[in-house]
């Protein structure tokens, strides 16, 4: 499979969209302590590497880009609240293991490595217009 910059970075745009989507999520429910299913919600990781296994990654004639790999949910903390109606029956109650600067940190390196993955899209493109210039002048 040939993958050109443009494609290559479109992956890139890809799994870091997802990033900022699952931190949004974690964000979102940080003080939450049941989920969408009823169980406590755990925070969400997602883990990203490239598309193929090494021998892909080691032939130029087939790079593939960037994949998410798999979404992995963190650790739950309990909190001594025995007024929650979510409390058990020790009276805990189980939240979602986030520290918010540590999100907030996450998203700003995410959003950054969205914005270079733009940029190198924006200049493959650039180089593809400059070559089909030189194409037609010759």
């Known amino acids: ?9 479109a ?6 969209w997802r990033r ?18 009823g169980a406590p919600y755990r925070a969400l990781r997602l883990v990203s590497g490239p598309i193929g296994d090494f021998s892909t990654m080691m032939n130029p004639d087939e790079l593939g880009g960037v994949g998410v790999t798999r979404v992995d949910s963190g650790d739950i903390r309990l909190a001594y609240e025995p007024e929650n109606p979510d409390a058990d029956g020790y009276g805990y109650v189980a939240y979602p293991e986030i520290d918010h600067a540590a999100e907030m ?5 995410t959003s950054r490595a969205y914005e270079a993955n733009l940029t190198a899209m924006s200049i493959a493109q ?13």
């Open 1 to 9: 499979m040939i993958v050109g910059p443009i494609e290559i970075s």
């Open 11 to 16: 992956t890139g745009l890809d799994v870091e």
């Open 20 to 37: 900022m989507e699952v931190i949004a999520q974690n964000l979102a429910n940080m003080n939450s302590t049941r989920g969408p299913d």
């Open 105 to 109: 940190t996450l998203l700003i390196r």
């Open 126 to 138: 650039q180089m593809y217009a400059r070559a089909a210039e030189y194409g037609r002048a010759a």
